[in-house]
Nanobody, 120 residues
Framework: QVQLVESGGGLVQPGGSLRLSCAAS????????IGWFRQAPGKEREGVAC????????YDADSVKGRFTISRDNAKSTVYLQMNRLKPEDTAVYYC?????????????WGSGTQVTVSS
């Protein structure tokens, strides 16, 4: 069955870095775009970034442009989100989700999320 497992979250000081991983199983990652989303306490879930099946990337949130980088390794069935210069407002649960073939497709399968806390 389709499964996505996020990892790499944790507590980090402002200005620090984390790399999140989204490990996929149960399907061929090559045919899917993968999106990263986040949900902060009391807020709606928002899109952060997406990488297409061909490797093209988009960043949905202006606040992360220039700080976050999304990448994928199809051989390892894993998508990454490198987060640099983290800010307290980046604190959220981060989720990855599949999007069939394109970043413009709606998300369908979701992981259970990983907590990122940015605090001194």
């Amino acid at each position: 069955q389709v499964q996505l497992v996020e990892s790499g979250g944790g507590l980090v000081q402002p200005g620090g870095s984390l790399r999140l991983s989204c490990a996929a199983s149960g399907f061929t990652l090559d045919y899917y775009a993968i999106g990263w989303f986040r949900q902060a306490p009391g807020k709606e879930r928002e899109g952060v970034a997406c990488i297409s099946n061909s490797g093209g990337s988009t960043y949905d949130a202006d606040s992360v442009k220039g700080r976050f980088t999304i990448s994928r390794d199809n051989a390892k069935s894993t998508v990454y989100l490198q987060m640099n210069r983290l800010k307290p407002e980046d604190t959220a649960v981060y989720y990855c989700a599949t999007k069939h073939m394109s970043c413009s497709a709606p998300p369908d399968y979701w992981g259970s999320g990983t907590q990122v806390t940015v605090s001194s």
